[in-house]
């Protein structure tokens, strides 16, 4: 019988404020699971959005109202119809394949069926700020091979030139967090082609993003916001050439790898990205995250201090996690 061993919320504060277009942050604030089977436990971490409607509250609530339901024999996949896509799914959707491979004596990678993953390559973010203070941060950091630059909309070109002159041999992509308005996406993105950017995440709201199926882009487009789950993902293929999975929204890896697979098979590029959080949040995305276009899993590079049986970080070169850990 798989029983609910708790639910709670940490903090875990971050080195540097952290900005995007929406707001500032000081600290992560991650829900953390554990289920127990026996004398085996397995544990999966989740980041609630208030961009997605949630909070630390609300999620351990929802985590909580299917206390009963694991007691009654409810399972992993069972859970993807008892509950919505979200961050509380996505806790315990963790928790359960974390429970699986300690019970088994398998790896994760082994469970899902999938080749045993090697390291990635992630992106380093940069904090919306001044030109100025962003491109002194991409010379602190300019020896990382991938940068993600956050950016909002007026200013954001004064903000990539002062970065691309800092790091001069760094790829760089943007995430404007649905900050741009339609009628800067074509002078924007050709201005971005010409300072080497390779890919622009989310420029529109999701709401209003059916105009990008009219504008040209040389650049490769991602949506973000825009994709969470499966369902709709053929609607989003003439506005976007690439999407971010995250498992935050997806509920959790389990759905996270079917949509990867519909995704690519539709010709969709595949990004694998986070909301910041510890190495517990990482670790499935990991898996996740083999052979991706590209990695953004840097959260616990912008902790103060990750957990204790952490991911390795060489650089921005991420290995997969140790069981301890988890899966």
């Known amino acids: 019988m798989v029983l609910l061993k708790s639910v709670c919320h940490e903090s875990w504060p971050l080195a ?16 953390v699971v554990e289920l127990t089977e026996g004398d085996f436990r397995g544990r999966g971490e989740c980041v609630p959005y208030p961009r997605y409607g949630e909070s630390v509250e609300s999620v351990m609530a929802q985590i909580e109202s299917i206390r009963n339901d694991l007691a009654n024999g409810m399972d992993r996949i069972a859970l993807q119809d008892v509950m919505p896509a979200g961050a509380a799914r996505c806790a315990l959707d963790g928790a359960f394949w974390d429970l ?7 790896r994760a990678w082994q469970l899902a069926g999938e080749a045993e993953p090697g390291t990635v390559t992630t992106v380093y973010t940069i904090s919306l700020d001044t030109p100025e203070k962003m491109g ?8 990382r091979p991938l940068m993600k630059l956050k950016l909002t909309g007026e200013g954001d070109l004064d903000r990539v030139a002062a970065v691309r002159e800092n790091a001069p041999n760094t790829e760089l992509v943007v995430d404007a967090n649905e900050g741009w308005s339609p009628d800067m996406v074509e002078p924007f993105s050709a201005e971005l082609a010409a300072l080497g950017v390779t890919m622009i995440e989310q420029p529109l709201p999701a ?8 504008l040209a882009h040389p650049i490769p487009i991602c949506a973000d916001e825009s994709v969470h789950t499966r369902e709709g993902l053929a609607a ?46 990482m670790a499935p995305a990991v898996l996740l995250g083999q052979g991706a276009a590209v990695v953004d899993l840097d959260g616990p590079l912008l902790l103060a201090k990750d957990r204790p049986d952490g991911l390795t970080f060489n650089g921005s070169v991420v290995s997969p996690p140790a069981s301890s850990l988890w899966g």
């Open 16 to 31: 540097a404020a952290f900005s995007i277009s929406r707001g500032t942050k000081t600290s992560a604030e991650v829900v």
């Open 207 to 214: 709401a209003d993003d059916a105009v990008l199926a009219s």
């Open 236 to 281: 989003l293929a003439d506005r976007y050439d690439m999407i971010n999975i995250k498992l935050d929204k997806t509920g959790g890896l389990t759905e996270g790898l079917a949509l990867k697979r519909e995704a690519e098979a539709a010709g969709l590029g595949i990004m694998v990205g986070c909301m910041v959080g510890t190495s517990l949040s």
């Open 100 to 106: 699986e491979a300690k019970r088994s004596g398998r």
């Open 136 to 143: 002194a941060s991409a010379k602190t950091n300019a020896a």
